[in-house]
Structure formats: C-alpha cells, structure tokens
C-alpha cells in the first residue's frame, strides 16, 4: 500500500467509483467523500467486491467547508484530490441555474481553499469536451478555442477551469490536472458497478440499455438530417475504465512531480467518431439484443460532431483508450442486466 491517501470527491458515482478502483488497484488509500445526491452508498460494496478493499467513506457535501476542514484533519495523509463532486445534467442545469453554480463551484472553491494548508499536492479536475462546443474542426486539440457555454452545466466546467488557472497563477502551492472527457460510457467488466441515472436517462446510453432490456419503448435518435456520413451526430465514446486509469496516471504525476508545469490539459478520448445510428449497430452486433428506435427531431443545445485528439495524453500520460467499442457495449449491457438481476431496474 502507498503512503499517499487520495481523496475523490463524489467517488460513489460513475466515473468516481471507477476511477476509485482504479486507485486501489494501483496501491492508494482511498478517501471518498460523496453526499449521495445522485449515487447510492451500496455502490462501496461494489468496490469492495472488485477490489477487496473497501475504501473509506464520509457521506458529506462538499459545498461545506466545515465538513472538509474536518476531513483533512482526519486524514492528514491526503496528497491528491480527484474532484468529481457535481452536478452534471444539461437540461436540469437549464433550470436550476443557482443549484449548479453553488455545487459545482463552491466545491472547487472550499477544495482550492484547504487543499494548500492541507498539503495536498495536486487536484485532477473533471472538465468535458464541452468547453469546445461545435469545434471548428475534429478532431479537437487542446488549443482548439473554447466556446461560449451554452447550458449553466457547461459554463460551471469553464468557469471552474478558469478558476483553477487563476488560484495556481496567484502561486498556490499545488498542481492541477484539468481533463477534458469526451463521452464516457460502459461499465466496470465485472459489472459491479457501472452507470445508474435517476429517473429517464438524458444520455444515449443509459436509454439505449434501458430499452434494450424493456424498460424504455424505444429509443428517440435525435435528428438524421445533420451534415454527417449517415445524418445522425457524431461523439467519442470513451470506456469509462479507461477513462478512469487516466486519472490515476493524472495524480501520480503530480504526486511525483513528474512535470514542471503547474497546469496541464489533456483531452480524454479515443480519436475515433461514432455515429448514433452506428452505436446502436455496434451494440446490437455485440450483444445480439435488439434496439427498437426511431428518428425523430434534433435535440435543442446538441453539437453535430465532436470527437478528440488523445495525442497529447497518449504521448504525454503514456495514456491510451484501449477497450474496444464492442467490449464496452457488452459492459454496458451486462450492467443493465445486473440490475435487472438485483431488482434495481
Ligand atoms: C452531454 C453534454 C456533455 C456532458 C454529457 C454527460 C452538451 C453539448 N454535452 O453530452 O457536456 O458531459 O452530456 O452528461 O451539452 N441521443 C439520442 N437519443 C437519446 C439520447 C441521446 O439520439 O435518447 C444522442 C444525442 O443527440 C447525441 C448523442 O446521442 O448525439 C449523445 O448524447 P448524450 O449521451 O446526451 O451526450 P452529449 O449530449 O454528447
């Protein structure tokens, strides 16, 4: 086991429990703290199954500057913070403006705050490929120009990096890993854990499981007359366990002060766009469970195509998205049908 505990904030949910077992895995203490806003605290067995270590758990809300102050005295090992600890619905956020501000930035805010006296040495922040709205071109590079927000979900993720940008400018004694999600989906193999929306899911995949296994009708495909090879829009779906093993290499670094930059931004995709009507294809031909869907309008607020250029994490994290599109519907699927198991859905 390593010295350094690693603090992940909102670790009970999707990309945060993946990522937590990656740590584990690779040696780390884990600390979570989560307030189960969006998540469920079952999903610590889950780990513990994986794993065999259950990491340890402070259910809190990170908006709390009180309830942080506490955690760190409690753990004065913490040397890096993973903070996935928001709120990340698009049309909520469209809604519920103030909610989004105040979590999403208040968090990075009370983090920023402590984590210097603390003597953390560095925080991974989970940004998105949102921050680059309809590119110019794809796939997209770090330098691409970022765009105007157009939700208040996607203007925290700006603002938060601008922040971060700012507070390490003024000199603070810490680093920062901003990572740039393109669109995470699948579970963990052992389906253990995996994605568990509230409510209808607003994401492609969560809906096309959902229906996929009967609980859904069908599934809507958002538009078909976009200027794309078969007129539906094209995204980089990325394996969130790949996705997760970057942020493991993302905190390392700046425990180990591996670079002399204090800010670093990576893009984490696989390079490779997929169409809409061709991830329900790769689905259907992976698992051999049919998706009843249908066309019907464009979604408001959607980008046509997005996907990433990984090379700068690729060369720089010695990071690369592996698992293929295939094994990652089938994770997906495996997941919907362990819950169904569970009698969760
Ligand atoms: C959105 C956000 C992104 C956020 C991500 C995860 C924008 C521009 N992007 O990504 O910042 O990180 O959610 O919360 O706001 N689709 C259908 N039918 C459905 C659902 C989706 O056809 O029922 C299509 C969409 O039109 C889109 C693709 O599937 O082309 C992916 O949609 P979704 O999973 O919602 O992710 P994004 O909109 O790409």
Redesign the pocket.
């Known amino acids: 086991m390593k010295q350094e505990r690693i603090l992940v904030t909102g670790g009970t949910g999707y990309i945060g429990s993946h990522t937590v077992v990656e740590l584990q895995q690779a040696g780390y203490p884990v600390t979570i703290i989560d307030n189960l806003s969006n998540s469920n605290a079952d999903v610590i067995d889950g780990i513990e199954r994986i794993t065999g270590i259950r990491p340890d758990f402070v259910e809190g809300d990170c908006t709390d500057i009180d309830t942080l102050r506490r955690l760190f005295e409690t753990y004065p090992d913490i040397k890096g913070i993973i903070n996935f600890a928001a709120s990340?619905?698009?049309g909520e956020s469209m809604h519920k403006p103030i909610l989004y501000y105040r979590n999403n930035l208040n968090t990075l805010l009370n983090l920023l705050d402590l984590m210097g006296p603390a003597g953390v040495k560095g925080i991974v922040f989970s940004s998105?490929?949102?921050v680059y709205g309809e590119p110019d071109e794809n796939p997209v590079t770090e330098n691409a120009p970022i765009k105007k927000a157009?939700?208040p979900?996607?203007n925290t993720k700006q603002i938060s990096e601008e922040i971060i940008t700012d507070v390490i400018n003024a000199g603070a004694p810490f680093k920062s890993v901003i990572l740039r999600?393109f669109?995470p989906v699948g579970a963990h193999s052992s389906a253990e854990i995996g994605e568990l929306p509230n409510g209808v899911?607003?994401?492609?995949?969560p809906?096309l499981t959902q229906t996929a296994i009967g609980i859904r009708k069908e599934?809507?495909?958002?538009?078909n007359d976009y200027n794309t090879p078969d007129g539906?829009?094209i995204?980089d779906y990325i394996n969130v366990v790949d996705l997760a093993k970057a942020h493991v290499i993302a905190v390392e670094r700046m425990l180990e002060d591996r670079s002399d930059a204090k800010i670093e931004i990576f893009n984490l995709g696989t390079g490779n766009g997929v169409s809409?009507l061709e991830l329900i294809h790769t689905f259907e031909e992976a698992t051999g469970v049919k998706v009843p869907h249908k066309i019907v309008g464009r979604?408001a607020?959607?980008?046509e195509k997005v996907w990433a250029d990984p090379a700068y994490a690729n060369e720089v994290l010695g990071w690369k998205a592996e698992t293929p599109l295939a094994d990652t519907m089938r994770s997906a699927w495996a997941w919907q049908c362990r819950l169904r198991e569970r009698g969760i859905m």
């Open positions: 990340k619905a698009v998105s490929c949102t157009t939700s979900y996607g999600y669109n899911p607003q994401n492609l995949i809906y599934l809507s495909v958002f538009g539906s829009c995204r809409v979604r607020g959607d980008i």
